[in-house]
């Protein structure tokens, strides 16, 4: 009884106010027309540029070519206008900038960051990646061997393989049922005039969104944008993507791998970003399986019963669908248990919905941790890209607390009961797990 | 709590501490520090740009100071950390710091064990006193361990029995270390995990957690003075203990090269390594140290280092190739290097080729331009090293909890500049002109079911 008391008093002590933090988003146009959003902080000499080309990921490879924007982002940086690959890697390297592209299912993306003292020579590179990559015969055959030992590694990893099947499951007719970065046939089919093409039809500015963070104003920003962004071609507008629903069959898939742990994923269909309930169905994932330690899924089968190490949930809510998704691991022996305790909670959620207690917990937790994601240039500027993608406004950041704080109780009960579907979680188990088969407990 | 890590001592393990060591060593922090009349050092890195601070308590004990048999002890008792202490409900920690918006973790390696957290700034103090509480108040029972000790052996199947490449690690580690402790796993091997009783745990943590053997390191958005005072406040009142004498592990000379070997199924990319011994910041020789550094660097770092030129980009032998130093951690330091091959490729074949590059380089030496670069990067680095709010919490913690100094830290950028061309050189011929005595690692597929047949015809 003393504990409890104590414990109480420890807390009382010091729950203060939700944490008040605000920042200054500016929208600045370059004389060439190019937009960004900046956001000025002169704490140190960087600059970090993060942008992304909208629809132009993954979800342009033809058929039979998968894998060609995730092998074009490998090699964009391998060479470039008058510099051969190392001449380009040297000269990134030699100055400690940071030049890097990405693939996605949705987007391209691409991430510059550089000490002030060498931007110029570094918006130069970025540009001529842009415009002018050369893919050399040497650097296409090298990270194409690199790309290659990647997929065959990840054939024998038990989580890959959980997460592949269940998406193929969900999306057997659509491309997020493809990964991002293809096959073994599907990559050594992809030739350099493919990559040429690619670049040609994605790097356009209609579908380009520019954040940029660091020890830059909005005057210096205007010709940098032009520099490196000013002579791409218009492009097509981006128009919206069609809406596609996940096949849920709700049932359990057991795929045989010789590993001592299990590997377990599942998801349910999940709230779009743009869905008014999004807020009050991130505060419902923390309090189910989003919380690390305080989560419901954390307390029951890691906590309680010392099934798992990890075990989460996540809103995982993309372009043409969108996911409630999360991951396990246990032994072999405590699979089937792990599964059964995952769909009682999941259902007692969904039924009996959760406290005030627990949501006046996750709100707090939202609120106050949201200023601990603005602490490193590059990752406020990715912030920035994402707030532009989803459109969600130049004060998004802001206001963000505020859609968190106006959430209640009833709001989280009524969403667990509208998006919580416990029949429909499809869950895939890649191991050896005892007494669990296909298509449900046996 | 939760997602504990550990460092175990495998390949990618200790190529990503070279890095992020060589990377945030070089940054001038300005520390302000102060010593509790307990003995408790405290640290503070100013860091305004939000209203947060990163809070980390570093014990400076690890895995390498377990009872022989009882392996697995220190990262255990971490994990129990956060259960239940004399004035807090099991759980309560974490939920108290959730609440309040804070983000926490810890981990455990063979040198330190650390806990930190991640807050706003004006609930530094709600941190600080429960650190406080459970550096002295723990109170373990059954229930919160049994479960625990479930979860510890669920970590060690999703870090190591579902991972060749660490199960690799594991069986190799006692080929490389004759003596020290360095030889058994950070987690603990399976069957000793399960043997560790209540009384050991509660034995090893009276032992060890103590101010006088704990760090204080608070960065971000807050005044030196005010960590100091609640420092004073909380930690202040907790009494020094008498510490036990710890061995001090000397290794007595390898002269065989070992060979260790793994097969598995699981494994689609060959790939091998070598490491020995090399002089590190806590040898006599220690200027040494900084020469090894800027070797590895030339030798590893980055698309146009000289081994990945060679064997990667020129002879198209590896899809990777690289060399590693790690020179500051309690036990000795090592350099390393690893490789693996192009499909299709001999792995020996590979190998001959590094050693060839590491005998031109030990025969030609390194030029002045490579030492300029190596020295700018890195250099360079040291300032981005800012650009973080945990980053300089750990660099100064971990530094400490192994015995350097804050001066190690902030004089790093000026010792590395200090580094000629020749003290790169010798180092060079003095470590690598005869690679005998060193630990040889191979990670293979298994062997096909014909190969097997043929052998035993």
Redesign the interface.
């Known amino acids: 009884m003393t504990r409890i008391l104590a414990a109480l008093a420890l807390v009382v002590t010091f729950f203060s106010a939700p944490v008040a933090y605000a920042v200054d988003v500016q929208e600045v146009i370059s004389p060439g027309g190019i937009k960004a959003w900046l956001i000025e902080d002169s704490s140190l000499p960087v600059t970090a540029i993060e942008f992304t080309f909208r629809e132009h990921g993954a979800a342009l490879d033809p058929k039979g070519k998968e894998g060609l924007a995730d092998l074009t982002s490998s090699l964009i940086d391998e060479g470039a206008g008058d510099l051969d690959s190392q001449a380009f890697q040297g000269a990134l390297h030699d100055k400690s900038m940071r030049l890097s592209f990405y693939a996605g299912q949705d987007g391209f993306g691409g991430s510059f960051y550089s000490l002030n003292r060498y931007r110029d020579e570094g918006l130069d590179m970025l540009h001529l990646a842009l415009t002018n990559p050369r893919f050399d015969a040497e650097p296409v055959d090298r990270i194409r061997s690199q790309v290659l030992v990647g997929l065959k590694q990840r054939q024998t990893d038990p989580n890959f393989i959980a997460h592949k099947t269940l998406m193929a499951q969900l999306f057997p007719d659509h491309r997020y049922g493809r990964s991002t970065d293809g096959t073994p046939e599907s990559v050594s089919a992809i030739t350099v005039d493919d990559m040429r093409d690619f670049t040609r039809r994605a790097f356009t500015r209609k579908s380009l969104i520019v954040a940029v963070v660091g020890a830059v104003t909005a005057d210096e920003l205007g010709p940098m944008l032009d520099r490196v962004f000013g002579d791409l071609p218009e492009g097509k507008p981006v128009v919206d993507t069609a809406k596609t629903d996940p096949v849920l069959s709700g049932g359990l898939t057991v795929v045989d791998m010789d590993v001592p742990q299990s590997a377990i994923n599942f998801a349910q269909a999940g709230p779009d970003r743009s869905d008014p309930d999004f807020y009050a169905a991130t505060v419902l994932n923390y309090i189910l399986g989003g919380g690390g330690f305080s989560s419901r899924l954390t307390d029951e089968i890691r906590e309680k019963r010392g099934l798992v190490y990890s075990v989460y949930s996540s809103l995982y809510p993309r372009d043409e669908a969108s996911l409630w998704f999360g991951g396990a691991a246990t032994r072999n022996a405590k699979a089937k248990e792990t599964v059964t305790v995952l769909r009682d909670q999941w259902r007692e959620v969904a039924e009996k919905g959760v406290t005030a207690e627990e949501v006046k917990n996750a709100k707090t937790y939202l609120t106050g941790s949201y200023p601990l994601s603005f602490t490193n240039t590059s990752h406020i500027a990715s912030i920035l890209v994402g707030i532009q993608r989803e459109d969600l406004g130049i004060d998004y950041i802001n206001r963000r607390n505020n859609l968190i704080e106006a959430v209640t109780p009833g709001d989280v009960n009524r969403v667990a009961k509208k998006f919580l579907t416990p029949d429909k979680l499809s869950i895939v188990v890649v191991g050896r797990p005892d007494g669990l088969s296909t298509d449900g407990p046996s | 709590?939760?997602?504990t890590k550990f460092c175990a001592r495998n390949f990618t393990g200790l190529l990503l501490l070279v890095l992020s060591v060589g990377l945030a060593q070089a940054a001038v922090f300005n520390p302000k520090t102060k010593t509790l009349e307990n003995g408790m050092q405290v640290v503070v890195v100013e860091?305004?740009?939000?209203?947060?601070v990163t809070n980390m308590v570093w014990y400076k004990v690890g895995a390498m100071d377990e009872p022989p048999g009882k392996s697995g002890l220190a990262h255990f008792l971490e994990h129990l950390m956060?259960k239940?202490t004399?004035?807090?409900?099991p759980?309560?920690f974490?939920?108290?710091v959730?609440?309040?918006?804070?983000?926490e973790n810890a981990f455990t390696t063979q040198d330190y064990t650390a806990y930190h957290q991640?807050?706003?700034s004006?609930?530094l103090?709600?941190v600080i006193?429960?650190e406080a509480?459970r550096m002295v108040n723990l109170r373990l029972t059954p229930e919160d361990i049994?479960?625990?000790?479930?979860?510890?052996?669920?970590?060690r199947?999703?870090r190591v029995?579902?991972n060749p490449g660490a199960r690799l690690s594991e069986q190799a580690m006692p080929a490389l270390y004759f003596n020290h402790p360095y030889r058994i796993p950070v987690i603990g091997w399976a069957h000793e995990i399960k043997g560790l009783s209540q009384q050991d745990i509660v034995d090893f943590y009276k032992t060890y957690y103590a101010p006088n053997n704990a760090i204080l390191v608070v960065a971000g958005d807050v005044k030196p003075e005010k960590v100091f005072a609640l420092a004073e406040k909380y930690f202040g009142p907790l009494p020094a203990v008498d510490l036990p004498e710890r061995p001090t592990w000397v290794e007595p000379p390898h002269e065989a090269d070992r060979e260790v070997t793994l097969r598995d199924?699981?494994?689609?990319?060959p790939s091998w390594s070598y490491r020995m011994f090399a002089p590190g910041y806590h040898s006599d020789d220690h200027k040494r140290g900084y020469a090894l550094e800027v070797l590895a660097d030339i030798l590893s770092?980055?698309?146009?280092s000289r081994l990945y030129?060679a064997l990667?980009?020129e002879q198209?032998l590896a899809?990777?190739a690289g060399a590693w130093y790690d020179p500051d951690q309690r036990g000795p330091a090592l350099f390393g290097f690893y490789l693996?091959p192009?499909?299709g490729t001999d792995i020996n074949a590979v190998k001959t080729a590094l050693w060839a590059e590491v005998d031109h380089l030990v025969k030609d030496g390194v030029t002045q331009d490579e030492v300029d670069?190596s020295i700018?990067?890195m250099q360079?680095?040291a300032?981005?090293a800012?650009?973080?709010?945990s980053r300089p919490a750990r660099t100064l913690g971990a530094a400490l909890a192994i015995g350097m100094t804050i001066d190690d830290v902030e004089n790093w950028p000026d010792r590395i500049s200090e580094v000629t061309l020749e003290d790169v050189n010798r180092a060079a011929r003095d470590l690598l002109s005869d690679h005998h005595g060193g630990l040889e690692t191979r990670l293979l597929p298994a062997e096909k079911a014909s190969s097997k047949k043929e052998k035993g015809a």
């Not at chain 2, 004399?86 to 409900?89: C, M, Q, T, V």
């Not at chain 2, 199924?265 to 990319?269: D, G, I, N």
């Not at chain 2, 800012?386 to 709010?389: G, I, K, R």
Request: aromatic share 2%; glycine share 6%; charged share 35%.
């Open positions: 709590m939760t997602f860091n305004h740009r939000a209203p947060v956060f239940g004399k004035n807090l409900a759980g309560e974490s939920a108290t959730a609440r309040n918006g804070g983000t991640s807050i706003a004006d609930r103090e709600l006193k429960l509480e049994e479960p625990e000790r479930q979860v510890v052996l669920e970590e199947r999703s029995e579902n199924a699981r494994v689609t990319q770092s980055g698309s146009t030129r990667v980009v198209k899809t990777s693996s192009r499909e670069r700018r990067r360079d680095n300032v981005l800012l650009d973080s709010l």
